[in-house]
């Protein structure tokens, strides 16, 4: 094993049911009665993108004239209603909605849409057929020819399959089901993947003691802080020359006088990529930097063949697909 230090991995695993790659748009209107008004006047939702970022999110476009004030949209999924109200603004005057939240064993479940908005003093909405990430992936694949789209959409319902099968999830109906599947094929990670490492000189005041790989609507790191006091540090965490700084109040208690501290702005495309986690107090970094990724815990666990090890290789394969699509 390379590496001069051996950092204490922690196998605990969490799902809860709590650069971006837009993978196309789908068009979801299928009823023209579904659409209120005419012309320019039209108030309706357009279409959806799913877009694989730092999670798996489903982008709704809408068109909003100016007539209609105050717009949102509700999303009811999985026996729950969500309203979101902040929206983007894409080139061409259409309001982006996101649906976030869509834990990877849910890839399946239907997401009802409603768009809302104020007429004058009356409240308007209009509705869409209900939509999953899985009907996206269908409709995607019996319309694309390209190789490396067509391999990351079924990387990705791999991925959810195997959620399912981990956390039991509706295992009767597994999102791959009734779809000719063709996803990646696994290879043993060579040492290559080993990016595990603590340099520096350890310090009794505060320290990095252990990283898992965490999955619930999207895949990150959770490092564990070692400290007595920590207020009185800053923890900042980087890949790619992104730098997120988080402080105490970021920290969730654990035990024994540890903390732990989720590093979430792992894009798709980025597991494979380095992350470095220092610490430091009034500005100057103190003990060690730690080296870690996400490949790297799937490097320590690749011989597993339980339903996690499975998992593990299908979040690989994923973003392996990821990386190759983006680029």
Request: hydrophobic share 35%; aromatic share 10%.
């Given at each position: 094993m390379p590496g001069t230090y051996t950092l204490k991995v922690d196998k605990a695993y969490h799902m809860d049911s709590e650069t971006t790659v837009v993978v196309g748009e789908e068009n979801v209107v299928q009823d023209v009665t579904l659409i209120l008004g005419s012309g320019d006047k039209q108030f309706k939702i357009n279409s959806a993108n799913l877009t694989i970022n730092q999670d798996i999110n489903v982008l709704y476009l809408t068109t909003v004239p100016a007539e209609f004030q105050n717009p949102y949209m509700e999303f009811e999924f999985d026996g729950k209603v969500y309203?979101?109200?902040?929206?983007?603004?894409?080139?061409s005057g259409r309001y982006g909605f996101t649906f976030r939240g869509i834990n990877p064993q849910y890839m399946g479940e239907n997401i009802a849409a409603t768009l809302y908005a104020t007429a004058g003093a009356q409240q308007v909405s209009v509705s869409v057929p209900t939509y999953s990430v899985r009907q996206y992936c269908v409709n995607r694949?019996?319309?694309?020819?390209?190789?490396?789209?067509?391999?990351?959409?079924?990387?990705?319902?791999?991925y959810g399959e195997k959620a399912q099968i981990y956390t039991g999830h509706d295992t009767e109906?597994?999102?791959?089901?009734?779809?000719?599947?063709?996803?990646?094929?696994?290879?043993?990670?060579?040492?290559?993947?080993?990016?595990?490492?603590?340099?520096?000189?350890?310090?009794?005041?505060?320290r990095y003691s252990g990283a898992s790989l965490m999955m619930s609507n999207n895949i990150y790191l959770r490092f564990t802080v070692a400290t007595e006091n920590p207020s009185a540090y800053t923890y900042e965490i980087t890949i790619n020359g992104r730098t997120t700084v988080f402080t105490a109040e970021d920290l969730e208690v654990a035990d024994n006088g540890k903390y732990y501290l989720c590093f979430r702005a792992?894009?798709?495309?980025?597991?494979?990529?380095?992350?470095?986690?220092?610490?430091?107090?009034?500005?100057?970094?103190?003990?060690?930097t730690l080296t870690y990724s996400v490949n790297t815990y799937i490097y320590n666990k690749q011989d597993r063949t339980d339903a996690f090890g499975e998992l593990l290789k299908a979040v690989y394969n994923y973003g392996n697909s990821a990386k190759l699509y983006a680029e």
């Open positions: 309203r979101v109200d902040a929206y983007s603004v894409d080139a694949l019996a319309k694309t020819t390209d190789p490396e789209f067509k391999t990351l959409l079924y990387d990705l319902l791999y109906n597994l999102v791959t089901e009734g779809i000719e599947m063709h996803p990646s094929t696994f290879t043993t990670l060579d040492e290559s993947y080993y990016k595990q490492s603590l340099t520096g000189t350890k310090s009794d005041e505060a792992i894009y798709a495309n980025e597991f494979n990529d380095p992350i470095t986690a220092v610490i430091k107090k009034d500005g100057a970094v103190i003990g060690q």
